[in-house]
């Protein structure tokens, strides 16, 4: 059957793939778009096994908190180029997958690229077709939920950097000051809240390290311990975002800061995702 102008144009509006890619479809769908679809589909499939291999370290990284600062999410899809990242198109589509998780909260990556994208893809559907559309390997590599009673995003210009910080009480006060903790995060990459969430393999490796350096400088082996758990408050003091220097009043820690803005304020969870 004859393909027209307008038969072209439809398809590619609904899936975004090029209009010769959309003809040829159609050619070969003998008009049919449900089997155009799937035939662009499977291109996309094709070209992501054939790119399964290749570097995807480029990107867009993203967060968003709903209206009622309730939750939060943060995500990051990759690409391979800084051409692709810099796309209005592509950080539509990075958006697209924000609203979409922040209407339904999934838990995990896997939970979020098992939802319906519209009404014809999942997620993890519509990445396969954009890979096909775009021409590079795609990945949703990581994504995070937070809950609390009040969270707040941040995202660095450029979209390569971005982080969620969970907050134990709301008020407009608290979230100016939650963007503020959230920027801390964003510029001194916390490893956890404060030195409880620090896992055990990184507590014991720093200890090593402090004895061995204590060892290297002269000290006596009975002292190096002992100098070591110094060393490792120190750490703790550098690492655990409560702990920090606060960056706008290097005189108070984090947790200070939080408490002069409400006695017992403090951070729930926060998350940080990086391309670097």
Do not use: W
Request: charged content about 25%; hydrophobic content about 45%; overall charge negative.
């Amino acid at each position: 059957m004859a393909i027209t102008a307008a038969d072209v144009n439809k398809l590619r509006t609904q899936t975004g793939a090029g209009m010769m890619d959309c003809k040829n479809a159609l050619v070969e769908a003998n008009g049919d778009f449900e089997a155009a679809i799937d035939i662009l589909r499977k291109k996309g499939q094709k070209i992501a096994a054939k790119r399964g291999g290749n570097d995807a370290k480029e990107g867009v990284v993203l967060a968003q908190a709903t209206a009622d600062g309730k939750a939060g999410v943060i995500l990051t899809l990759n690409c391979e180029t800084d051409f692709v990242a810099k796309n209005d198109g592509y950080v539509s589509l990075v958006q697209s997958l924000v609203d979409l998780a922040l209407s339904k909260l999934p838990t995990s990556v896997e939970e979020l690229k098992a939802l319906a994208y519209d009404d014809r893809l999942s997620v993890e559907e519509k990445i396969t077709e954009q890979v096909g559309v775009i021409g590079e390997k795609l990945d949703l590599s990581a994504y995070a939920l937070i809950n609390a009673e009040h969270v707040v995003a941040y995202n660095h210009p450029g979209n390569q950097l971005a982080t969620l910080v969970g907050l134990t009480a709301s008020s407009t006060e608290i979230a100016e000051a939650g963007r503020q903790v959230a920027m801390q995060v964003a510029a001194m990459a916390p490893i956890a809240i404060n030195k409880d969430g620090v896992d055990e393999r990184t507590i014991e490796r720093e200890i090593e390290i402090g004895k061995e350096l204590a060892i290297q400088e002269g000290k006596p082996a009975e002292m190096a311990e002992k100098i070591a758990m110094g060393r490792l408050n120190k750490f703790f003091q550098e690492n655990t975002l409560l702990s920090q220097a606060f960056i706008r009043d290097n005189k108070l820690t984090v947790e200070q800061f939080l408490n002069s803005t409400e006695k017992g304020l403090t951070v729930s969870d926060f998350k940080r995702f990086s391309l670097s």
